[in-house]
């Protein structure tokens, strides 16, 4: 069963999901996601578990859409003053935020609670909507820059690659080559 659409961005389906998003971060900490119920959250928000079921189909899919608004970035990029260092420090706090143990279960919920697809779309655009920040800027600046898909392909998409696949080892340096690379192609070619 998937998630229905909310149809009002406001009012009682507002608090509804602001409450019970709020049950969810705080029984994850207090007892885990193995003791995480639909009952518990719904007793803790304040709601009947048919309006949990109703509204997210099932426990999978609550997490998900929690993992989703976890996900969001809460502020701008940073302004370093070049394109250079204003994507270096962002890759480098992407890896950070989303290779760490919470960053990667926010991953994983978000993708596995999502039979349409529409939560990972969500992940994406958020990624893109920072870059596009980033670039923005540096073209107020008047420095060439890629596109924003450019750079989803050259420096979010194999980060997310090693965060989900292969993340033993993987450092800041990584994110730093990755953008070197990206607007030097040169940089990753020896001699």
Request: aromatic share 4%; proline share 7%; with cysteine.
């Amino acid at each position: 069963m998937s998630r229905k659409p909310m149809v009002r961005p406001g009012g009682r389906s507002a608090r509804v999901q602001a409450s019970v998003h709020t049950a969810v971060r705080e029984l994850l900490a207090e007892v885990g996601r193995d003791a995480l119920t639909v009952p518990l959250v719904a007793h803790r928000a304040g709601v009947t578990p048919s309006t949990v079921y109703r509204r997210w189909g099932d426990l999978q899919e609550l997490l998900s859409d929690v993992a989703v608004e976890r996900l969001r970035p809460d502020t701008a990029p940073e302004d370093h003053g070049d394109l250079r260092s204003d994507l270096t420090a962002w890759a480098e706090q992407f890896l950070d935020e989303m290779a760490s143990p919470s960053g990667r279960a926010y991953i994983r919920d978000a993708l596995l609670g999502d039979p349409d697809g529409g939560n990972a779309g969500q992940c994406s655009a958020y990624a893109a909507e920072q870059i596009d920040a980033i670039l923005t800027r540096a073209i107020d600046r008047q420095e060439n820059t890629p596109a924003v898909e450019t750079v989803m392909d050259g420096v979010v998409a194999p980060l997310m690659y090693r965060i989900l696949f292969r993340p033993a080892g993987l450092a800041p340096a990584y994110a730093r080559r990755l953008v070197a690379e990206l607007l030097d192609p040169r940089a990753g070619r020896t001699a």
